[in-house]
Each structure stands twice: as structure tokens, then as C-alpha cells.
T-cell receptor, first 111, second 110 residues
Framework: QKEVEQNSGPLSVPEGAIASLNCTYS??????FFWYRQYSGKSPELIMS????GDKEDGRFTAQLNKASQYVSLLIRDSQPSDSATYLC???????????FGQGTTLQVKP | EADIYQTPRYLVIGTGKKITLECSQT?????MYWYQQDPGMELHLIHY???????EKGDLSSESTVSRIRTEHFPLTLESARPSHTSQYLC?????????FGSGTRLTVV
């Protein structure tokens, strides 16, 4: 079992819809989680961080963390074609502080 | 705007050549990382450093080496490049709240 797991997709949504990206993790001691967006051929860019249970909203993005279920999600409201990218979930390991990345979910937003 | 710089951005080099990929950051971050990523594939950690004179190998075995003589500088060296080293190399730094990535170096070994 991978330490951070994501469905590789692709996840296809129509423009204007809500895109829901999900991630599970195995390290119960992990406290911090991050969502990165990576456009094709580019480097990952941090878009959201979340440290406590519940929701955190930033513009069209909402990150959700449920530590009991070891589950992290990213909601993108009013999806735009420019949101089409690979989204990487990462959790900070409890013993080393390194980030463990999932394999990424490819999102396609169709006009 | 990210203050972590990687050079060169693209590099095409012949088999057997020695190469050094440069990574510098101006944020004073103690932790720095090198990742390897093939197109459409996941990130693989190949080296990391938690401070000056501290370097460790990552999860993916790599024939490259790194050094950390200054906080801001974390170069990666391949003594003898091979076609199997063709990939994108990403440098990142951190002070504990997520990583900031450089723009990457796309290496092609012919």
C-alpha cells in the first residue's frame, strides 16, 4: 500500500462544475497536508495546505481533512479549462518531516 | 514568486559526459530536495539535505551525487551521463510548511 494514494484519473468535468479530488494516507501521525497543481511540463505549485480537521477555503478551492478516516480532498468550484492539470496530494511524515507525494490525479475541464 | 532557481532549464548532452545541475534558493531554507520525474509519472525523491554538510539518499536509487556546502546551494552531479538518466529533475526547498519547487531541468542524454 502506498503511503499517499490518489486515483490517477483522468477526472473529466464540464466547465462550471465542481471537481472533487480525493486522497488517502496511511501514516496516522501525519499532521500536515498539501495540494499541488502541476501543469504538463511544469513544476508543482502549492495551492492549498491544511493542518486541522475540517474545511479550509481559498477562493474557488476548498481543502477537506478527516484524520479519523485518513482522508484528504480538494474541491474546485466553478471549474475552468485553465484548471486542467495534475493535482498532487502530499502528506508530511510524522517522523522525518518529509513530504510523501501521491501519484497525482489528472483533471480535465471540458469547455 | 518562487525564489528557487534551477539551471540549466534544458540540457542535451552526450553519453559519458559529466554534468552538474544547479539549484539555488534565497529563502534561507534549511531543507532541500531533488526529485526525478518522467513525463506523466509520479515524483521520485533521489536526494535530500537538512542543512550544510548533511545529505541523504532518497527513495529512488540514483547514480547521481549531491553536495551542500552552502545553505542556499544544492547541486546535483552525474559523473557519467547515460540515456537512462533522461528525465526532468526538480529541486525543492522547505522551512517546514510545504515545499517550493524550482522550474526544473529537463535532461536529455543522447
Amino acid at each position: 500500500q502506498k503511503e499517499v494514494e490518489q486515483n490517477s484519473g483522468p477526472l473529466s468535468v464540464p466547465e462550471g462544475a465542481i471537481a472533487s479530488l480525493n486522497c488517502t494516507y496511511s501514516d496516522r501521525g501525519s499532521q500536515s497536508f498539501f495540494w499541488y497543481r502541476q501543469y504538463s511540463g511544469k513544476s508543482p505549485e502549492l495551492i492549498m495546505s491544511i493542518y486541522s480537521n475540517g474545511d479550509k477555503e481559498d477562493g474557488r478551492f476548498t481543502a477537506q481533512l478527516n484524520k479519523a478516516s485518513q482522508y484528504v480532498s480538494l474541491l474546485i468550484r466553478d471549474s475552468q479549462p485553465s484548471d486542467s492539470a495534475t493535482y498532487l496530494c502530499a502528506g508530511e511524515t510524522s517522523n522525518t518531516g518529509k513530504l510523501i507525494f501521491g501519484q497525482g490525479t489528472t483533471l480535465q475541464v471540458k469547455p | 514568486e518562487a525564489d528557487i532557481y534551477q539551471t540549466p532549464r534544458y540540457l542535451v548532452i552526450g553519453t559519458g559526459k559529466k554534468i552538474t545541475l544547479e539549484c539555488s534558493q534565497t529563502m534561507g531554507h534549511d531543507k532541500m530536495y531533488w526529485y526525478q520525474q518522467d513525463p506523466g509519472m509520479e515524483l521520485h525523491l533521489i536526494h535530500y539535505s537538512y542543512g550544510v554538510n548533511s545529505t541523504e539518499k532518497g527513495d529512488l536509487s540514483s547514480e547521481s551525487t549531491v553536495s551542500r556546502i552552502r545553505t542556499e546551494h544544492f547541486p546535483l552531479t552525474l559523473e557519467s551521463a547515460r540515456p537512462s538518466h533522461t528525465s526532468q529533475y526538480l529541486c525543492a526547498s522547505s522551512k517546514g510548511y510545504g515545499y517550493t519547487f524550482g522550474s526544473g531541468t529537463r535532461l536529455t542524454v543522447v
